[in-house]
């Protein structure tokens, strides 16, 4: 394909001649050169980003600026690092966790006219042991944010089979199950505008 490409290009142009009177080849044209060079580099995977080519690459966080940027440094790169858009739902507290131990991480270059890097995924190697060796039910989710929030327009429902907690949007808070125990190693108050028992 690429021989009937450059044998199209050297009929469609006058042949140059050379200091010797011979006619070069269609691969001695010079424009058919960088034209066939660019097509082997982009076959091969070569380094450089071609323009308008999205591009993915791997390397890890550095920190965050005075505007709230993560920064990124590529893998491999002497440079200075460079701050990157964040292209995925999470938290700041893990975003500002995952910095300060400068957790690899995976960024896309954008085909855009004003190319952005933007951040899509944070990378590491395996899953921790425990969860790995789980048995079902056994499974724990853990929250690396220093504080989690959780927000509904009208309720938030937590339930594990006859046992339920329903926040609800007018401040009422139902608490239901088949045994309710309340503890604490200090003062256990229980505070209303009135308070019925049974």
Known sequence: MIHAFMSARAKAAPAA???SGRKPSSHEDVNGSAIL???LVRAAGGAKAEPG??????????GIDDEGRLLFLEEGSTGEPVPVAIGMEISDGV?????????????????????????VGLVRERVAAKAR??????????????????????N????C?????ILRKDGKVVITGTNVISSSRGANRIRGGTISLN
């Open 17 to 19: 001649t050379s200091s």
């Open 37 to 39: 060079k660019a097509m």
């Open 53 to 62: 080519v999205a591009r993915t690459v791997s390397g890890h966080l550095t």
């Open 95 to 119: 975003l500002v966790k995952a910095a300060r131990v400068r957790r690899r991480a995976l960024v896309v270059r954008t085909a855009d006219a004003n190319p952005r890097l933007v951040l």
């Open 133 to 154: 060796d789980a048995r079902p039910g056994q499974l724990e989710v853990e929250l690396d944010g220093e504080t989690v929030r959780l927000h509904a327009d009208r």
């Open 156 to 159: 938030i429902e937590l339930r």
């Open 161 to 165: 089979g006859a046992a339920s907690l």
